[in-house]
């Protein structure tokens, strides 16, 4: 089962430090944020978790600490699926931090029932994409000032079923769970495509990553006969600090060995899906995000 299991899960590891360094991980109370909030701790670098839930943060602050005293790690209040909470954070954060090296774009929410964001938007669409999206414009600033420094969004292989609906892209007139999360996994690849190729010259760079198949708890809105296989094969499914693995990659490669813009799956770089690949799509989602939440992002 062991040699089974090793053939599904590529093992990495780094010895790269990241003192001096801070990194904002959001939705780091739980699964890979979590893990990926340990690992950079451990590696010296002050880190933020970005959560909805504050309870729930402040005791993976607490699990943090107890692993390694010493850590520099602290929890702060993001609600990705409200743009005030994502300007009160952003605020925050420029009141209180100098440097921002890494911005890891995790949360997320997966095949839910329908409901909508404060501001309206569906909640995958809203959460997955546009939170992240207005996020990333509101520290840009920081992070330009930062660099070298590194965006990563949380994506998915799934992104290869989606297809960005510009006509229902609210899901207004038909809504159905997974075609709406595959649209906002492809989002996610879309973004960070076109991200990559409007910070090359301010030593930002941007990477989408695969994190695998995970047992987390991001599965828990999937229909019962799903969840029951899954938990039959559970040994088969990655960890979360497995999960992580790639995200990490991402951040403690050298930039020479790393494509801007790429997207990563198994600790290297991987091919998407050619809609994931499609200059005039990412162009025109990036318009269209912009124009929803009433930004000006050139």
Known sequence: MEKIRSLITKRWSSDVRLDGKTAIVTGANTGIGKETAMDLAKRGARVILACRDMEKAELAVSDIVREMGGAKVEARKLDLADTK????????????????????????????????????????????????????????????????????????????????????????????????????KLANILFTRELAKRTAVLGVTAYAVHPGVVNTDLMRHIKRPLQLIFKKFSYFLKTPAEGAYT????????????????????????????????????????????????????
Not at 87 to 103: M, P, S
Not at 262 to 280: F, H, I, K, L, T
Request: hydrophobic share 40%; aromatic share 10%.
């Open 85 to 184: 909470s994502i300007c009160e954070f952003a605020e925050n954060i420029y009141n209180t931090e100098k440097v921002l090296h890494f911005l890891i774009n995790n949360a997320g929410v997966a095949t839910c029932p329908y409901s909508t964001t404060v501001d309206g938007y569906e909640m995958q669409l809203g959460v997955n994409h546009l939170g992240h999206f207005f996020l990333t414009f509101l520290l840009l600033d920081l992070l330009k000032h930062s660099a070298p420094s590194r965006v990563i969004t949380v994506s998915s292989s799934a992104h290869a079923m989606g297809r960005i609906h510009f006509e229902d892209l609210n899901s207004e007139k038909q809504y159905h769970p997974v075609k709406a999360y595959v649209q906002s």
């Open 247 to 298: 995200t990490l990659y991402c951040i403690l490669t050298p930039d020479s060995e790393l494509t801007s813009g790429g997207y990563y799956s198994g600790c290297a770089q991987a091919v998407c899906a050619r809609a994931g690949s499609d200059e005039g799509t990412a162009l025109k989602l990036w318009a269209v995000s912009c124009h929803l939440l009433g930004i000006c992002w050139r």
